[in-house]
T-cell receptor
Framework: DAGVIQSPRHEVTEMGQEVTLRCKPISGHDYLFWYRQTMMRGLELLIYFNNNVPIDDSGMPEDRFSAKMPNASFSTLKIQPSEPRDSAVYFC??????????????FGEGSRLTVL | AQKVTQAQTEISVVEKEDVTLDCVYETRDTTYYLFWYKQPPSGELVFLIRRNSFDEQNEISGRYSWNFQKSTSSFNFTITASQVVDSAVYFCALSEHNQGGKLIFGQGTELSVKP
């Protein structure tokens, strides 16, 4: 079975440019999460969706960040305009909640973003 | 508020040594889940284990074992007879039952196993 698929794996852009990161969750999973990893802040949750609906976006740093999930098999995280401090590895993860129990999160390989 | 603390930032051992990674958590929920993930140098996050708050049985999987103690809010991870391939950053994480499965991660412990 395919795991969580993220693209691009690496992105280098200049300050002020728009960046779009993409994620395809594991088929059948009902939760999708976007995390950001930096040396300073570690792994922090940005936003998560349940059945394509955003549930908690309190971790989104500011209005420059937006995330969408138009269907069960695709999500995007957009940064516009990008800034050097957005440089990080962005992980997408999905999980399946069964019987009310939290399942483990399956992570993609991450998208490493560098903003110059 | 929920919080996960991994006090050990870095640990270095020699191959075949046993090593324990500490994890202490805080939560007000009575139902919650604890996880360990491994992040090797290649960067992906690999799931190792999940425990729910009602199951305090220790678990062993090969050279890996986990000790869950609610009395001390700890969920420690031991690698027996460590190997160079165990070198990675290990993350402990907490999920509260009513939080939709979102994980709160500790800062991670970087384990270096030298030959």
């Amino acid at each position: 079975d395919a795991g969580v698929i993220q693209s691009p794996r690496h992105e280098v852009t200049e300050m002020g440019q728009e960046v779009t990161l993409r994620c395809k969750p594991i088929s059948g999973h009902d939760y999708l999460f976007w995390y950001r990893q930096t040396m300073m802040r570690g792994l922090e949750l940005l936003i998560y969706f349940n059945n394509n609906v955003p549930i908690d976006d309190s971790g989104m740093p500011e209005d420059r960040f937006s995330a969408k999930m138009p269907n069960a098999s695709f999500s995007t995280l957009k940064i516009q305009p990008s800034e050097p401090r957005d440089s990080a590895v962005y992980f997408c993860a999905s999980s399946l909640r069964t019987g009310g129990n939290t399942g483990e999160l399956f992570f993609g390989e991450g998208s490493r973003l560098t903003v110059l | 508020a929920q919080k996960v603390t991994q006090a050990q930032t870095e640990i270095s051992v020699v191959e075949k040594e046993d090593v324990t990674l500490d994890c202490v958590y805080e939560t007000r929920d009575t139902t919650y889940y604890l996880f360990w993930y491994k992040q090797p140098p290649s960067g992906e996050l690999v799931f190792l284990i999940r425990r729910n708050s009602f199951d305090e049985q220790n678990e062993i999987s090969g050279r890996y074992s986990w000790n869950f103690q609610k009395s001390t809010s700890s969920f420690n991870f031991t690698i027996t007879a460590s190997q160079v391939v165990d070198s990675a950053v290990y993350f402990c994480a907490l999920s509260e039952h009513n939080q939709g499965g979102k994980l709160i991660f500790g800062q991670g412990t970087e384990l270096s196993v030298k030959p």
